[in-house]
Each structure stands twice: as C-alpha cells, then as structure tokens.
C-alpha cells in the first residue's frame, strides 16, 4: 500500500527536521549561557582584579590599630566627696570605662539581639547579613545597614558616619583589621564603652547613670532593652525626650533577646510589665557643690593641662556629702530671708500674653526658658494680678494661686500706684517659692550675696564650701576670693595678742568715747562708736568682748602697740599688708577672706596649731592607680600661738555665744562647747559669725559684691549667725560635748582663768579707767591715773595714720 505509507514517511521527517532544529537551539542557548556565564567570570574576575588594587593601595593608608589594645578612650575628670559621691564631671564626654567582664550579662545579650546576634560567630564581616541588606537596598533611594559590632567600632573609633562605598571600603578592611589584631571579648568591650548613647552618654555604664541613676551591673532585662535601643538614634529613641518611640523599640528587643535564646518567654513577659523609673532632672539627687568642684577643677588643671578633661582623672576631696548639703540650704534660707525684708524691685520681665491657644502657651514657654529656675527659687508667669491675689503659671502649665502672706514682699507691687517697673501685671516673669505647708510666695533673685566655709580644725581638711548664693548666677567664690573687712569678727586675734603682755579676762577696761582732733591727727577728726551706740563705763575684758566694745577693743590695741598687732595676726595665717597698722585695725579695718576666718579661728579651736586648709586628698587614674595622696599629718602644724593663749581665747569667745552677741547659737544648738563672735562692719557693709567646737569651725559672710550698705538693723548676728547654727545643727548632730581642758601653766581663781605669771594681783589690771564716761564721774585712787600699764601707740603719729584710711 504505497499510498498509505507516504503520510507516515512525511511525519517522520518532520519530526526528524523539528527535533534538529530543537537541538540545533539547545546548543546555541547553550553556548550563549556558557558565553554568557564566561563573561560574567570575566567580569568577576576583573572585579576583584580591581578590589584587590583597590584593597592594596588602601591597606596601607589605614589608621593604626594597635592602641585599641591598650584601649583608652576620653574620660571626664570626676570629682567625689569624702564618701565617694559624685559632686563634680568636667569633659565633653560622659563615660565610665567597664572592663567587659564587669558588664553584666543582660547588657551584652541585650546590645547582640539587636545589634549582632551573630558576632560569635562571624569573623568581623556577617555575609548573610550584607546579602539581606543588599536585596533590601534594591529600589530603594536610602540603603539599608548592614554593620556588624565590629564594623561600628571601625566606624565610630577611625572613620565618620557618612555613607558612601569609599568609607565602607575602608570600614571592611579596618573591620578585617580589629578582628586579627583583638579578641571578640576585647572588641565588644570597646563597644560597649564608645557608642554614644545621648545626654552626653558614651557608654553604656554611663548611660544607666544616666538615664536609671543606678549602676549598670543593677540593671534589669527591662532597663538593659531600653539601653540597648539607644545605640541606632541615640535622639529619637531617648526614653526622656520621646518615651513612646522608646517603649516601641525597647519592644522590640526585648522580643529578639527571647528569639535568640538568650531570655525565656516569661522572663520577656515580666520585662515588658516593668515599670521603668527615668532619672529626670526632678528625681536626680544633686549635691550642690559648684564651687568645690571649680576649686578642684582648676587645681587639676595646673597639674595636668589639657589631659585633665580626657585622662579619667578621679579626684577625691575631704567634702562631706551630708554638711556640703547643709552648708548649701544654710545659706540659701539665710539669703532668701534676708531679701524678704528688702523692697520689692519689680518682675524680671513684661511679655504681651496672646489669647487663649497654642500661642499663648509657647509664649510662656520661651518666657520661662529664657529665665530658668535658680534651685527652689522657681519662675512662673502672671495670669491675674491684683493686691489681694495673685494667679500664675509654670512650665506644667497648671495655674496656681497665691494669696495672704506669699503677697506681702511683693505688695508695693501690686499696688494701683505702682510705677510701670515694679508693676505685677499679666505677662509679668516673677519669682515664687515654695513653703512647706505647699503654699506660694513671691519673691526675687537676691543682690546680696553669702559665703559659707567649714574646716575640721584639727587636719585643716574642708568639710564644706559655699562661694555665693547661686554658681550659675555668679561664679565668683567669695570663700575664697572675696576680700572683705571682718569688723568686730576680728577683735579676738587683737585680745590673743594682749593677753601675752598681761591682759586677762578680769582685767578692767573703760568704755568711755575716745576722740582723735583734726590737730592730733594731722587730718579729719575721728570718733569712732560702739555699734549700738551706748558706752557701759568700766567693764571686765570678759564682759566687752561678749559685747562687742569698740572702745574696749581700741584701748586694747593701744596697750599692745600697733606694729606689735599686726605681726601677731600673721601667725594666724593673715597677710601683713592687708592689715595696716593703725587702730582701726582693733575694729577689723582690714581684709580678710571667709577661708582665712576660718582658718585663723581654727588656731584657737586646736590648741594654737596653724593647719593649712586642704580639699584634695587622693587622685587616681582611671585604673585605680594612684596619682596622688595626701599624707600630711596634723603633727606637722607648727604651734604658732601658746597653748594657754587659745585656751583663754576659747573660753572668752564661749562667752559670746553664753551672754554675749551670739547667744542665739548656744540656746538654739543647745550645748555649751560652741564658741566664735560675731562681725559687723561700719555701716553694715559686711556681716560675719565665726565660730567652732573643737571638731570643726566655720566662717559664714553676707554682703554684697559692690560694697554697699545691708540695712540700718542688719548685724552679723542676724544675718550671718542663722547661717553657722544651721549648718551645726547637722554636723555636731552626732558629735558628743566636748570643751576644752586647761593646759599646764593656767590657773583659776575666783571662777576666773588666769595665766600663772599673770594673777590676780599681776598684769595689767585696767586700761583708760581716767576717762570719763557719759553720765558717771570717777575718783581715782590717790596717785593713780587710770592707768596700770604704759599704752604705747597713743602718739600723734600713730593717730594720724588712722585717719590715712578715711581721706578719700
């Protein structure tokens, strides 16, 4: 049947014809793949040709990387107190170097679920992890990171943060030059010290400071993921400023430390119930010790240089946490009582408060930025205002309401006759206070300004310092910089000096007016006055020293000679040419400092030591290793006044302080081994108590920065002396009574303490008793003038050079 065969002979060479063409396709889809997969080799091959020179010629324009090693990043010079606590920190960066075996555990899991869950596992470079970002970088006009720890520390260590492939290059090759060079535990180490976390935070020790005010190796699984999230956007995910995109991200690592195993399902359950306590700036425990820590700073500063600010200097001061704090709120009420008798000077600023809104809150806002809170003297704007009220508002934005006494320092103020400066009025910037019972009061920022300084007498260490009402309003340390005339604060140097020519507590003084001619003195007359204005007659020594005689003091200084004085006081620490020697120098015309008070009274309150005031006592570097250490001894004091000199002094200045001008300070501490004297200056220009127990001593000075006067009725006892007791009440709180024994060569007669040489019947027995006293006539015994002993200093020359000072 050759017709039915032809069909099938057809179908089979088209098969055959189709069947080589498909084969012929194969092989050329095959050529060109392999053509193709060639070219691609090529083009592999050439690129990494090219990235080899590329690599060959960077490799060696690498930073070093050798003295990550020994790594040392910057620290801050930090200051301590006496106990160890913080008071101070000067560098730009915050950051406690934690050797990584002192990181806890729950930190280092925590920064590895987020960070680099595979950092044990990679060799500085995760492949996987570049691959993914790669694929997710496709289309996107911003690339998505893949940095490994390690890479970050290249980054954050040698190289910026910009993002271009030049700086990765370098990235990946310093990434590949760490993990030779450094352990996975050394480069973690590093990390955990460097990155920057916020707030002036490097670190994560630090940052649990910081932002927990806790030590890192206290933190929670909680904290640590709130810690952790910082790293990425230090701004954006502070859990302060943006609480919100802090608890999102937080979260979120809290879920990929139970992915990776390194906490279980419960313990993230627990960790995501846990309330986070923030260290705001209203629940930071702020020791106010400004002044001190400048001190220190400084002292530093001369002793390291530049390197002060980044070597991780540790310096520990003698300060006591406790009375540093006492000392500060001392003078901060003294201050602040003061300005509530002065006149009202009106707000500190008017702004035009714009209707109800957003407006109007913002402008209160920028009003309040612009004047920030001095301590607990807070400012606030006026809403309402009128003599019987007062409506304001903070920062919170929740009015509040001041009334009945919190008006009355402000009530000329709110007066209809007010002028426009002093006004309160809507828009008004004033002061307020808080009073204990939670009411308000207006006040002001004080003019005045106060010094505090308390020294333990016995090592000359300070136990607290106070330069002036507020550091941040005024840096200048009036402890130690301020020279200020002492007035009556400085009679006692003057009776220590007498009582080595024969004076005693008993003998008899007139306290009578003295009077120095324009003839006797060659100028100006002068007639200097007692400061309450009243003259008693004769008085024992004991008696005018408690009250503070002006009189008795001048005839004083005249029986010791003017010359002889002022070389006495330079044992006690003063500088001669700061006390000319005139007879003013009897009522404290000199300059003094509140450091050199204390330190001269500390004299008396040892046994006549002059111990040199010390603050620092040990400097260590970061390490631990000790740089400095103070090993002075109190038996290194030389003994510049007798030891029965101080002992009489001492129980004369306890009078004071039993029935004299500071009697408030014995009644108020109730307890009898408290000694000092009070000081007013002409004027009352400068106001001062000084004073002790023989544990510690401390000079207290109010006043202002240019001269002026305090007020008719302002005294030291009432300006100065509130400031000392507050501060004793804390730091003899725990002290036990103590006053003084009396040495060997003192003798007591008659419930009086005597030299031995110096009895009764010995000495000088009375000075200027034949003047005459207001209201009295005397006779004297036959023969007798007035006078036991020659009163060398009483000539013509001497009393002009007292009028020198007054001339001008």
Known sequence: MPQNEAPDTDRKGRQNRSQGTRSSWGRWVISALVSLLGLVAAGFAAVAVLVAIALAMAYPNLPDVAELADYRPKLPLRVFTTEGQLMGEFGEERR????????PEVMKHAVLAIEDARFFEH??????????????????????????ITMQVARNVFLSAEKSYTRKIYEVLLTFKLEHLLSKEQILEIYMNQIFLGQRAYGFSAAAQIYFGKPLKDISVAEAAMLAGLPKAPSAYNPITNPKRARIRQLHIIDRMMENGFISAEEARQAKDEPLKLRTASTQRTLNAEYVAEMVRQAMVVQYGDETYTRGLNVYTSLRAEEQQAAYQAVRRGVLDYERRQVYRGPERNITLPAEGTARDEAIDAA???????????????????????????????????TGEGLKPAQSGLSPKASAAVQIKPGSVIRVLRNPDKSWRITQVPEVEAAFVALDPRDGSIRALVGGFDFQKNKFNHATQAWRQPGSSFKPFIYSAALEKGL???????????????????????????????FEGPMSVRRALARSKNMVSIRILQMVGTQSAQEWVTRFGFEASKHPPYLTMALGAGSVTPIQMATGYGVFANGGRLVTPKLITRVTDFRGKVLFEDRTSPEDAPQVIDERNAFLMSSLLQEVTRSGTAARARS????????????????????????????????????????????SRETGGGLSLPIWIDYMNTALRKEPVAEYKAPAG???????????????????????????????????????????????????????????????
């Open 123 to 148: 060799h500085g470079v995760d492949y996987k992890g570049m691959l993914r970002a790669a694929l997710a970088n496709l289309g996107q006009a911003k690339s998505q990171g893949a940095s490994t």
């Open 668 to 711: 108020t501490l109730k307890r009898p081994d408290v000694y000092g004297k009070t000081g007013t200056t002409n004027d009352s220009v400068d106001a001062w108590f000084v004073g002790y127990q023989p544990t510690v001593v401390a000079a207290a000075w109010v006043g202002y920065d240019n001269p002026r006067n305090l007020g």
């Open 96 to 103: 406690t170097l934690t050797p990584i075996d002192e990181i």
């Open 504 to 534: 005693s507590p008993m003998t008899v003084v007139n306290d009578a007016p003295l009077f120095f001619s324009a003839v006797e003195t060659g100028g100006k007359p002068w007639e200097p006055k007692n400061y309450d204005g009243q």
């Open 368 to 402: 309040l930025d612009d004047h920030p809170d001095n301590g607990d003297l807070m400012s606030a704007v006026v809403l309402q205002a009128s003599p019987k009220e007062v409506v304001a508002v903070r920062q919170d934005g929740e009015p509040f309401s001041i």
């Open 746 to 808: 003192i003798m007591q007669v008659g419930g009086e303490w005597y030299y031995e040489e110096f009895g009764p019947s010995q000495g000088v027995q009375s000075l200027g008793l034949s003047d005459p006293w207001p209201g009295a006539s005397i006779t004297l015994p036959p023969g007798s003038t007035g006078e036991s002993v020659p009163t060398p200093g009483t000539g013509n020359e001497d009393r002009r050079s007292i009028l020198d000072l007054f001339r001008n």
